[in-house]
């Protein structure tokens, strides 16, 4: 069964960082591309930041879209299976659901949420002013 879950988030004020992790189960993680999804309340789901396969980050490539480049960082972990997200200087407008994912069909890194089939929960960021 494939599964991932997020984790991780919380309640900060604004400046502050998190790091969430996503645990991933059934499937070897470093074989496919991942990437972090957002989505704040009435809002379309959009994407973060992806890696893809690689048994490290070396042998992987990564992208971010414009409002978290600089700010939040992707990573993984080959022996935990999991894949986490730097986040620093946290805004209010960071304030979602964070869910992590995997398209089992591709392996480059891919900030299109269509192409992703396998979902998490979600953990909740929110950051006060």
């Known amino acids: 069964q494939v599964q991932l879950v997020e984790s991780g988030g919380g309640l900060v004020q604004a400046g502050v960082s998190l790091r969430l992790s996503c645990t991933a189960s059934g499937f070897f993680l470093n074989g496919y591309n991942i990437g972090w999804f957002r989505q704040a309340p009435g809002k379309e789901r959009e994407p973060i930041s992806c890696?893809?396969?690689?048994?490290?980050?070396?042998?992987?490539?990564?992208d971010y879209v414009n409002s978290v480049k600089g700010r939040f960082t992707i990573s993984k972990d080959r022996d935990k299976n999991t894949v986490y997200l730097q986040m620093d200087t946290l805004k209010p407008e960071d304030t979602a659901v964070y869910y992590c994912?995997?398209?089992?069909?591709?392996?480059?890194?891919?900030?299109?949420?269509?192409?992703?089939?396998?979902w998490g929960p979600g953990t909740q960021v929110t950051v006060s002013s």
């Open positions: 890696v893809s396969r690689g048994a490290s980050m070396g042998d992987s490539t990564t």
């Open positions: 994912a995997t398209d089992l069909l591709y392996q480059r890194c891919e900030l299109r949420v269509p192409v992703y089939h396998y």
